[in-house]
């Protein structure tokens, strides 16, 4: 059976050019892959028919023959011209390999990250880098300009960050041809991986640079101020742009992240916005009520009254006095925790006005240690009977 012309099997006309042909290859490849037509048995062929056509009309030189002889030029009567072993032969295993991984980044590239980019297009960015910064609780609530000193990749003031001496210009690296990564041919398929030897970049530097070694940057200590905001919290995170590492020979900086870390403060709990204060009452205040004095955390104080007969635990609000909303306005409110204290070390006749004090009291004097014992009494009652 005779073959069928390759421009036709491409679905091209003859003198199309080499986009035109990789553009028919792709829509035809990709229309006749075996694995998007499962029920037709003959998909299987006219791929193959596909990529044999365009394994002679990729090439320059082949293309010519073909244009010339047709199929004559591989039947292996033409002197000089391409040889041929048919498309499963050995001649042309590689060349189908080649063409198949062309449709298969195709049909993948885009997922996996895009094709065909050479090591220019992908400079090589710098890193993201990760410093943790402790402040305090006042210094959260009021905000401040931090000066920090970051240790870091910054670009080679030697070489400009292209990593090579005196001014001279990379050069394409002559294993990869510039494209970052290497072919190798196992069995049917064609295997990529990174060039070793320019180690994806595309180029290398010839003369490397003195200072840098030819990475195009090296490491220093840099001094920056970062700006927190009020009402900053542990886990805040502020980002710098660009002020991570410098990129390999020439490549965009990374980011800085600042993470916020906001200690512990002996006098204050922090909870969102809100503060919260645990005083100590003697036993006298609480029952006969009175002021006191509470600090507040932008270093002021407030006096707070306190009520007769207050029992541990009460808390009392003020309004305002907690740490700013570090997004919008507002401001949290500060919550005064009362803890009465019980007397300590109590001399002779202290103890002895305790004890009269004592024999003075009836049930309303302590009345939720009444009720307490008064509901005791029905429960051990209800379970005698």
Request: charged letters at 30%.
């Amino acid at each position: 059976m005779a073959k069928r012309d390759y421009y036709e099997v491409l679905g091209l006309s003859r003198g199309a050019d080499a986009d035109e042909i990789k553009k028919a290859y792709r829509r035809k490849a990709k229309e006749l892959h075996p694995d998007r037509n499962k029920d037709d048995p003959s998909a299987e062929s006219q791929f193959k028919e596909v990529n044999e056509a365009y394994d002679v009309l990729k090439d320059g030189d082949k293309k010519a023959a073909y244009d010339r002889f047709g199929h004559a030029a591989f039947d292996g009567g033409m002197a000089g011209g391409p040889r041929s072993g048919g498309f499963g032969g050995g001649a042309h295993q590689g060349d189908f390999a080649s063409a198949f991984s062309d449709v298969f980044e195709d049909l993948f590239g885009d997922f996996m990250g895009g094709r065909g980019q050479t090591g220019r297009s992908r400079a090589a960015r710098g890193s993201d880098l990760r410093y943790n910064l402790r402040i305090t609780l006042e210094e959260a609530f009021s905000g401040l300009t931090k000066p920090i000193r970051v240790p870091t990749s910054v670009t080679c003031g030697s070489c400009n960050g292209t990593g090579a001496e005196g001014g001279s210009e990379p050069v394409s690296c002559p294993t990869c041809s510039g494209m970052g990564k290497v072919r190798a041919q196992q069995g049917f398929f064609t295997v990529e991986r990174t060039c070793p030897t320019c180690s994806g970049m595309g180029q290398i530097v010839k003369n490397p640079c003195h200072t840098c070694g030819g990475q195009g940057r090296e490491q220093k200590e840099k001094a920056l101020s970062v700006n927190i905001p009020a009402g900053v919290e542990t886990g805040t995170r502020i980002r710098l742009s660009g002020e991570g590492e410098a990129g390999l020979r020439g490549g965009p900086s990374g980011d800085l992240y600042i993470f916020i870390e906001v200690e512990e403060h002996p006098l204050f709990k922090r909870e969102g916005i809100d503060l919260f204060c645990r005083v100590p009452v003697s036993m006298v205040t609480a029952a006969l009520g009175g002021e006191i004095e509470v600090p507040t955390i932008e270093g002021g104080r407030s006096r707070v009254r306190v009520p007769e007969g207050t029992q541990s635990g009460k808390q009392m609000r003020l309004r305002a006095k907690g740490m700013p909303a570090l997004r919008g306005p507002g401001q949290g409110d500060m919550y005064i925790e009362m803890a009465v204290e019980t007397p300590v070390k109590l001399s002779a006749r202290q103890k002895e006005l305790m004890r009269e004090f004592e024999e003075s009291s009836s049930k309303s004097n302590t009345p939720n240690e009444s009720g307490f014992f008064d509901r005791v009494k029905s429960f051990w009652d209800g379970m005698k009977n």
